[in-house]
Every structure is written in structure tokens, then in C-alpha cells.
């Protein structure tokens, strides 16, 4: 794993590695422990890493793990001018959303490759134009496309070139690598599994890549097929709840206020879900001892309570509507008595984690986004294990 091949440094609480040769932290990217990762949706990860030297520079890399599950789908949004992507996300109750393909930046703005939308051809493709589509039941296919049309698909956006085919880099000449600017790329696995990428770039804490070096990225993230997306100040990853995750380049600085506005994006539609880990928790009263290991613990530990007092777990949930909640329960948590109160429930609810793992909890409706908050008490004086709460966003 990262952790292993390195030691850890941090920028503004960013976890990054010494520097090492490119093929080792390449080789090790697969590994999920070597990131920062929130689960964000179900099957959907947000996986983000900062980097000290990979490429002969610092880089900063933020990743949308997309598996394939019940409710997931993609469409490519064009708002018919230039909007912001994380506008686009919002407007359209969008769980994730990606900038999309190039436009015409000093003029009109209008998108200047493959746009199809709905089963209607906006744009025409360019002859040999790395395009993503996106088929009636929902896959998700990489290719390079003729000039016109391309009928098969209800959704599609060109852009390009196409980095990865078939498990390996496309050779775009040398000026493919020599250029590095900021890099918003998509790639599929052969599991199904959709990556979102984004490269920073154009300040000292993030260099940039070349086209093949976001190539390589994407063969590292295990990816079988990979395209380029437009790039430079309009490379964006936005998420519900968290906002805009990677740091836009237009203002010239490492930070999330750089955002551009663009003619079209990638959006996700999937269940949302948030994650409390005890470690974020409010505890009441004086038996509690925090950070304590536990086995098959969520996150590095979890909270034990061994007399009276409470805790209170505050989510900040992006969407209003119906919610279940869940709670972690460690192998000794098992047994564990509670007694639990769920937001705009009429009263407390009662009971026992029943197993290892995420132990169902209750069901509420939330009125508005924001925070809804859950306060766990023992409910028949055995101890309460604090691990973590998962909230999952219902159809």
C-alpha cells in the first residue's frame, strides 16, 4: 500500500507521500488505504491523495469510484451556456458531477465537439473524436468515433483524445508528452466500475500532467478504457454535500475558488450517503473512553461508553426526503444496548447491535437539507459502543 512504500506527509490535512520513484506510487495508487476516502453514494467513493513528487512535481489527484448498483445512472447536461459544474450538479439534483468536453471559450461558448442529448445530435462529431456515450440501459462506453453522428447511444460528449484502449496506452505523438496542465479524465474497469479523475494543477503544490501521464494514472486506477476531458481552469469535481473536491486553477491558487464556468458536464444520479465516524461525534458524560481499538473496527478505533452519558452524531445531509440510518458495530460491540433518537421521530427507538458490521437503526424524513442529528444513550446499562453511523438516502 502507499503507507507502506512511504512516509506520510500532509498539506492542509491532505495525506501525501515522500518522494519515490514514479512505477512504485503508480503501482500502489490501486490500493484504497494509501487515500483519503468518504463513501459518498451507494458504491460510490470519493477518494482524494496529495502527492509530493510523482511526474517531477507535486500532484494532487481526486477520484469518483462509481460501482455499478441499483439507481446509478449518467447523462451528459448542456444548459445551452456556459454554467459552472458544480450549477450544473445542483440544478439537477445531481449526486456527482464532472466538467464535460471543450467549447468555445473567447466566443460563443458553445460546445465544440460530439454533443447528443436525449437521442437528439447537437453537434456532430470531429473525425477520430474521443467520445463517451452513454447507452439505453445505462453503460457506459470509450471510443473514438467517426465525424456525425453516433446513433447507438441516447447520450453522448466528445472531447478526447482517448487515453487507455484495451488495457493500454494510446501514443498521441510527442507533443502528448510534453505539455501538463490541470486534467479531467473518465475511465471504466472491466468490473463495471466508472473512475472520475481530476489532475490540479498550475500552482506550486499541484504541476499538472501530460496526456499520457493521466494515461498512466488511469491504468493505475485499473482502468481499461480512459478519455481525456476538457482540462486546464475547467477541470471540476463536484460533489453533493462536499462541494467542489478538487482545486479549479482559474484564480491561480490551491484552493476550491477557482471554478470556471463550462458549456456541458457529466452528472451521476445515485442514492446519497453519509458516514459519522465516532472520532467526529459529540460525548456526553464522564464513562466514555474514546479512541479505544476494536476489531473489525470502522475507521482506526471506536468509543466505548461504560456508564451514563450520551452521544450526540450530527450529519450534514444534502438532500431532503426519506433516510435510513445505520450504525457500525465492532465485534465487541455486538449485544450492545441503546437507545437511539432519529431526527422528526415521535420517540426514542431501542435496541441491541445484533452483528458485526452496519446494524440497521431506523427510518426517518428529513424536512429540508442540512444537518439531522442522532443521539445515542445505553438503554439497559450495558456498555455502548460508538463506532459510526451511515446514512443512506432512500428511493
Known amino acids: ?220 486506477l485499473g482502468c481499461d478504457a480512459g478519455l481525456n476531458l476538457d482540462g486546464g481552469g475547467s477541470t471540476t469535481l463536484w460533489v453533493a454535500g462536499r462541494g467542489i473536491c478538487n482545486r479549479p486553477c482559474d484564480n491561480k491558487r490551491f484552493d476550491r475558488r477557482g471554478e470556471r464556468a463550462v458549456a456541458t458536464a457529466l452528472v451521476l444520479q445515485q442514492r446519497a450517503v453519509v458516514v459519522v465516524d465516532d472520532d467526529e461525534a459529540e460525548l456526553v458524560g464522564a464513562g466514555w473512553q474514546p479512541d479505544r481499538p476494536a476489531l473489525a473496527a470502522h475507521g482506526r478505533d471506536a468509543a466505548c461508553l461504560e456508564g451514563a452519558g450520551a452521544a450526540r452524531l450530527v450529519a450534514a445531509l444534502p438532500r431532503a426526503g426519506r433516510w435510513r440510518a445505520f450504525a457500525w458495530a465492532a465485534d465487541e460491540a455486538v449485544g450492545s444496548g441503546y437507545q437511539l433518537t432519529l431526527p422528526n421521530a415521535p420517540a426514542s427507538q431501542t435496541g441491541s447491535l445484533g452483528a458485526a458490521g452496519w446494524n440497521e437503526l431506523g427510518v426517518f424524513e428529513l424536512a429540508v437539507a442540512g444537518a439531522a442529528a442522532v443521539q445515542f444513550e445505553p438503554a439497559d446499562g450495558s456498555p455502548l459502543w460508538l463506532d459510526a453511523v451511515r446514512f443512506v438516502q432512500q428511493p
Open 1 to 220: 500500500m502507499l503507507a507502506r512504500l512511504c512516509s506520510l506527509v500532509c498539506l492542509g490535512g491532505w495525506v501525501g507521500l515522500s518522494a519515490q520513484d514514479d512505477a512504485s506510487i503508480l503501482s500502489a495508487l490501486a490500493d484504497p488505504s494509501g487515500w483519503r476516502s468518504e463513501e459518498v453514494g451507494d458504491g460510490v467513493w470519493l477518494r482524494q491523495v496529495w502527492l509530493p513528487r510523482l511526474f517531477d512535481g507535486a500532484q494532487h489527484l481526486t477520484v469518483l469510484e462509481i460501482a455499478p448498483a441499483a439507481g446509478a445512472s449518467f447523462s451528459v447536461i448542456a444548459p445551452g451556456h456556459r454554467r459552472r459544474t458544480s450549477a450544473i450538479g445542483t440544478d439537477t439534483g445531481s449526486l456527482a458531477a464532472i466538467n464535460g468536453g471543450f467549447f468555445a471559450i473567447e466566443s460563443t461558448g458553445a460546445p465544440t465537439g460530439l454533443l447528443r442529448i436525449d437521442g437528439e445530435l447537437r453537434v456532430p462529431a470531429k473525425p477520430d473524436q474521443g467520445s463517451l456515450g452513454i447507452a439505453a440501459d445505462g453503460q457506459l462506453r470509450l471510443m473514438a468515433r467517426p465525424a456525425g453522428d453516433w446513433p447507438e447511444v441516447e447520450d453522448a460528449l466528445g472531447a478526447g483524445p482517448l487515453l487507455v484502449q484495451n488495457g493500454a496506452l494510446v501514443d498521441h505523438g510527442e507533443r502528448q508528452r510534453r505539455i501538463r496542465h490541470p486534467r479531467s479524465a473518465i475511465g471504466t474497469r472491466a468490473d463495471g466500475v466508472v473512475v472520475w479523475l481530476t489532475v490540479d494543477g498550475r500552482t506550486q503544490a499541484a504541476a499538472g500532467t501530460t496526456l499520457e501521464q493521466t494515461g498512466r494514472l488511469l491504468l493505475a
